[in-house]
Every structure is written in structure tokens, then in C-alpha cells.
């Protein structure tokens, strides 16, 4: 246990589907993130929140829209998705937003777009 | 932009030392950082280095050059539960990038 839970832990969509991945932190952390994990690829940074203020998008497609409502909740709204969606997607938190704090990942979400 | 290399695959029998590397070519560098990942789970932190050297933590040690861009993660007594996939991350202006992860398999 991380303290970092996130749900579904598995996440079976077609592409006109409309879902939201949810992201909880109990560590009272400031700062939370989105990555994506396909096989063989690195961790690919997707949303990074600090104190519930988005600081980077990396070019994500707009069919992936997050929200955070407060510092321990982070949501990933998915519609519209394609097949190449299909990947494991983590939500991880630390202190704050820099470069020295450790990031805690929840186990992620196993996301299947058909 | 960030740039970071590691094996994709390395095995080892148990009991065996295994030595994982890692070099990295970024454009602002605060520290590097070790994780774990069982297949299915979560990373896990395993080490964090800032300043050239060796840190030993019990059967895993993180070594770090910065002027050469290099570290490693040295696995000692390997045990079957360290099968997993190993993290290499870079921290700089602010961000932490990932490599594609080495999977370490470790043999009866």
C-alpha cells in the first residue's frame, strides 16, 4: 500500500464511451499526477496538479480531460477514445511539484479501448 | 528534452549480483531516482540520488555520476521476489522523466 488507490482497476471501453478514472491520495500530498504506461515505452507524463492548479499538459489530446476538485482527488474524464488509448494508466502524488520530492503511484488503471 | 537509457531485459540466478544501467542525457538535472514495479502494481521508490557516489540501502545499492550521465542499481543476493520491472527516473527543471524500465528475471 502506497496510499495512492485508484479505481476501476481494470477498464473495458468501446470507442464511443464515456468514463472517468478515479484517483485518491491519503498521504497529504500537494501535488498529483497522470502518467500513461504502454508495453515496452517509458512512463509517458500526461496532467501535473499542484495545490489543484494545472501546471502541465504534454500535449494530451482533448479527449482525456482531468480534474482535481481538491488536493486529494484526481479524476481523468476519457471519451471518444482510440484502440492506441489502450494502456495502464497511473496517478501518482507527491509533497509538492519539483524536481526533489518522491512521487507515490497507485496501482493503475488497465484500460482496454475496442 | 530528456533522454534516458536502459536495458530492456537482464537475467540473473538466485543468489547472483545483478547490475543495472542507466545513463541519461537531460536538459537540467536535480537527481535520479530508482523504482520498482512488479508486474500488475504500482512503482516503488527505491533509491534517490543527488550527489556522485555509492548509497547502500541493504541488499540494494544506487551509485551516481553526473559528469559522466551514468548511474546503476546493484542487486545483491538476488532473491525470486526481485523479479520485477527497474525504473530509471531523471529529475530536472522540475520535471521526472522515465526510461522504459529494465525487466530483471531471476532464475531458481
Known amino acids: 500500500e502506497t496510499g495512492v488507490t485508484q479505481t476501476p482497476r481494470h477498464l473495458v471501453m468501446g470507442m464511443t464511451n464515456k468514463k472517468s478514472l478515479k484517483c485518491e491520495q491519503h498521504?497529504?500530498?500537494?501535488?498529483m499526477y497522470w502518467y500513461k504506461q504502454s508495453a515496452k515505452k517509458p512512463l509517458e507524463l500526461m496532467f501535473v496538479?499542484?495545490?489543484?492548479?494545472?501546471?502541465e499538459n504534454n500535449s494530451v489530446p482533448s479527449r482525456f480531460s482531468p480534474e482535481c476538485p481538491n488536493s486529494s482527488h484526481l479524476f481523468l474524464h476519457l471519451h471518444t477514445l482510440q484502440p492506441e488509448d489502450s494502456a495502464l494508466y497511473l496517478c501518482?502524488?507527491?509533497?509538492?511539484?519539483?524536481?526533489?520530492?518522491?512521487?507515490?503511484f497507485g496501482p493503475g488503471t488497465r484500460l482496454t479501448v475496442l | 528534452g530528456q533522454n534516458i537509457d536502459q536495458p530492456t531485459e537482464m537475467t540473473a540466478t538466485e543468489g547472483a549480483i545483478v547490475q543495472i544501467n542507466c545513463t541519461y542525457q537531460t536538459s537540467g538535472f536535480n537527481g535520479l531516482f530508482w523504482y520498482q514495479q512488479h508486474a500488475g502494481e504500482a512503482p516503488t521508490f527505491l533509491s534517490y540520488?543527488?550527489?556522485?557516489g555509492l548509497e547502500e540501502k541493504g541488499r540494494f545499492s544506487s551509485f551516481l555520476s553526473r559528469s559522466k550521465g551514468y548511474s546503476y542499481l546493484l542487486l545483491k543476493e538476488l532473491q525470486m521476489k526481485d523479479s520485477a520491472s527497474y525504473l530509471c527516473?531523471?529529475?530536472?527543471?522540475?520535471?521526472?522523466?522515465f526510461g522504459a524500465g529494465t525487466t530483471v528475471t531471476v532464475r531458481a
Open positions: 496538479y499542484n495545490f489543484k492548479e494545472q501546471t
Open positions: 498521504l497529504g500530498h500537494n501535488a
Open positions: 527516473a531523471v529529475t530536472g527543471d522540475y520535471k521526472l522523466s
Open positions: 540520488n543527488v550527489l556522485d
Open positions: 501518482a502524488s507527491s509533497q509538492e511539484r519539483n524536481g526533489y520530492n518522491e512521487q507515490f
